[in-house]
């Protein structure tokens, strides 16, 4: 799915956490938004996502103009997201939040655990293996680590079948195992996914992304492949500089 604003702006009183960003996502592209805190890069996140309304400009999702979509609107244009903070049933077992987002796609019942149908439990199985989870299949979630959280949060958005996936931070607070195990399932995912990735974790997105746009006080600063960003010397200025 191409993803694409123009003259996207937000205003939270009289500061411009965005103002008039453009940016095109190409169908398949792995994109990165970096900057430093404050930048708008949730911001922006949120307004494609819906959870935003901008004060001026427009968010395309493929051919469609969903500027005044809702969230679940999007989300069934095939738009897909993570959080910063968690948004995991914590009293459920991991099995169960994976076979409640199994079931919000093929729309089917609402029941936990185990399942009857086959087809769901044998793709919980397969999504646990995927995201190096197995192991923790019975556990409650709240009883997880922050990183086994983080990465039970990436396998659902990918459950969902997204044909774009909008991801907030994935790496943050990982261990380097499992900041290696999400970054390998990330580029593995295929080209039919668009990622846009904001990450503070300069070393993956130089590892994954194909593209970077770079935010600083609400303005895209520069566009484009990591080498002409890395030598870039406004972003050097704004952000590279200082990590």
Do not use: C
Request: charged content about 25%; proline content about 5%.
């Amino acid at each position: 799915m191409e993803l694409a604003v123009s003259g996207l702006t937000v205003r939270f009183g009289a500061v411009a956490a965005l103002d008039r960003v453009d940016l095109e996502v190409a169908s398949g592209e792995r994109r990165a938004l970096i900057g430093p805190n404050g930048a708008g890069k949730t911001t922006l996140l949120n307004v494609i996502a819906g959870e935003l309304r901008p004060a001026a400009g427009s968010v395309r999702l493929g051919t469609r103009d969903a500027t005044s979509l809702p969230p679940w609107r999007r989300a069934r244009l095939g738009l897909g997201r993570t959080f910063q903070r968690s948004t995991l049933f914590g009293q459920l077992t991991v099995a169960e939040n994976v076979a409640l987002a199994v079931r919000a796609r093929i729309r089917s019942s609402w029941r936990f655990w185990p399942a009857r149908e086959p087809s769901v439990r044998d793709e919980v199985a397969l999504r646990l293996e995927a995201a190096g989870l197995p192991h923790l299949a019975g556990r409650r979630v709240a009883t997880l680590g922050h990183g086994e959280q983080r990465i039970l949060e990436l396998e659902l958005a990918l459950t969902a079948a997204p044909s774009a996936l909008l991801l907030d931070e994935p790496m943050a607070g990982l261990s380097g195992e499992e900041r290696q195990a999400a970054l390998n399932r990330l580029l593995a995912l295929p080209r039919e996914v668009t990622l846009v990735i904001v990450e503070h974790d300069l070393d993956a997105v130089f590892a994954l992304a194909e593209r970077i746009s770079v935010l600083d006080h609400g303005v895209k600063i520069a566009d484009g492949h990591p080498a002409a960003i890395r030598a870039d010397p406004r972003v050097q200025e704004a952000y590279l500089g200082a990590v």
